[in-house]
Nanobody
Framework: QVQLMESGGGLVQPGGSLRLSCAAS????????LDWYRQAPGKQRDLVAT???????NYADSVKGRFTISRDNAKNTVYLQMNSLKPEDTATYYC?????????WGQGTQVTVSS
C-alpha cells in the first residue's frame, strides 16, 4: 500500500504560478511511475503530466510549455510546477502512483485561478 499526501494548492491570479507537491510512502519510490491528474467540477479526471522511473516526462497538450513535472527520489516526492496559469486550469489536482500493476491516489489539492 502506497500512501500519498498532496500540498501546494490555492488561489492564484491568472498568469501566476504554483508548485504542487506529492509525498509518497514506500522504499521503492524510485521505481514508481508518477502522474498528476486534474478534475474540474462536472468533468472527467484528465491526465496532466507523467514521469517515469527513468525521468521521462510527458504532458497534456493544454499544459505543454507551462507545467513541469519532476521527482526527487531522495525525498520520495513528485512536483508539478505550474506557470502562466489560466482560469481553465482551475480544478482539483490529484497525484497518482503506478507500481506493481496497482494505482494509488492522493486526496487531491484544489487549484483556483481567478482574479
Amino acid at each position: 500500500q502506497v500512501q500519498l499526501m498532496e500540498s501546494g494548492g490555492g488561489l492564484v491570479q491568472p498568469g501566476g504560478s504554483l508548485r504542487l507537491s506529492c509525498a509518497a510512502s514506500g522504499s521503492a519510490f524510485r521505481l514508481y511511475g508518477l502522474d498528476w491528474y486534474r478534475q474540474a467540477p462536472g468533468k472527467q479526471r484528465d491526465l496532466v503530466a507523467t514521469i517515469t522511473s527513468r525521468g521521462i516526462t510527458n504532458y497534456a497538450d493544454s499544459v505543454k510549455g507551462r507545467f513541469t513535472i519532476s521527482r526527487d527520489n531522495a525525498k520520495n516526492t513528485v512536483y508539478l510546477q505550474m506557470n502562466s496559469l489560466k482560469p481553465e486550469d482551475t480544478a482539483t489536482y490529484y497525484c497518482n502512483v503506478r507500481f506493481n500493476n496497482n494505482n494509488y491516489w492522493g486526496q487531491g489539492t484544489q487549484v483556483t485561478v481567478s482574479s
